[in-house]
């Protein structure tokens, strides 16, 4: 059987030494870089998970939405977690250990042993969204449908799935990497189809007219 050898200072080895000093480099950048990781906790102690980082002098953001409840003779409105067991913790990974060895943190979500960040863009407009109290709530997650983006107000720059609830529009925004999904009202206005693969909008006519 033929074997291929790598001849040293061939195209491949060199390759393989660029790829090599590129991941070294991402992942020291990483360790310095302050980025938002999405911290895994225990059911029902976010608001917990939060107050610790706060003591911690971390950056975090817990998105909450009021929700309405009745308790025997009276409504109660709760703040309640946006996504359900996450907080989200700005940081660079070498001060890890301050957000992990708080009791109710199962783990920063990750793959393969490191802790993956999420984009800066997508808390950044979620903060800038949600401080202005604007009807959001979770949504079971969506991973495909009607992929729109969001062209105008405070959530401009989010992409999602278009649903339409009674005479309303929501779009679900998804977060992939913890699996989770919010669901915000927008104008018909505010939303644009995005071109699938084929070239062909991925909005019916009825909402093509209105939104491009």
């Not at 953001?61 to 359900?84: E, G, H, M, Q």
């Not at 339409?164 to 989770?180: A, F, M, P």
Request: hydrophobic letters at 45%; charged letters at 20%.
């Amino acid at each position: 059987m033929a074997t291929t050898m790598v001849i040293p200072g061939s195209a491949s080895s060199v390759l393989k030494r660029q790829h090599s000093a590129v991941v070294l480099l991402e992942q020291e950048q990483a360790m310095s870089q302050a980025r938002w990781y999405a911290a895994y906790t225990c059911a029902n102690h976010e608001k917990r998970v939060a107050a610790e980082l706060g003591t911690r002098d971390v950056e975090h953001f817990l998105p909450l939405y009021n929700s309405v409840r009745w308790w025997k003779d009276r409504r109660v409105t709760l703040d309640l977690p946006l996504f359900p067991g996450y907080v989200f913790a700005r940081l660079a990974l070498r001060d890890r250990m301050r957000v992990v060895q708080i009791p109710s943190v199962v783990r920063l979500v990750g793959f393969g042993g490191l802790p993956t960040a999420l984009p800066d863009n997508e808390i950044e407009i979620l903060q800038a969204g949600l401080s202005q109290s604007l009807r959001a709530g979770p949504h079971p997650f969506l991973a495909a449908g009607r992929h729109v983006r969001i062209t105008g107000g405070p959530f401009a720059g989010l992409e999602g799935i278009l649903k339409r609830r009674k005479s309303n529009l929501r779009v679900v925004v998804s977060l992939e990497l913890i699996q989770r999904s919010v669901a915000v009202d927008v104008d018909a206005t505010d939303v644009q189809g995005v071109v699938s693969a084929k070239g062909a909008d991925c909005l019916p006519p009825v909402f093509r007219k209105c939104c491009i």
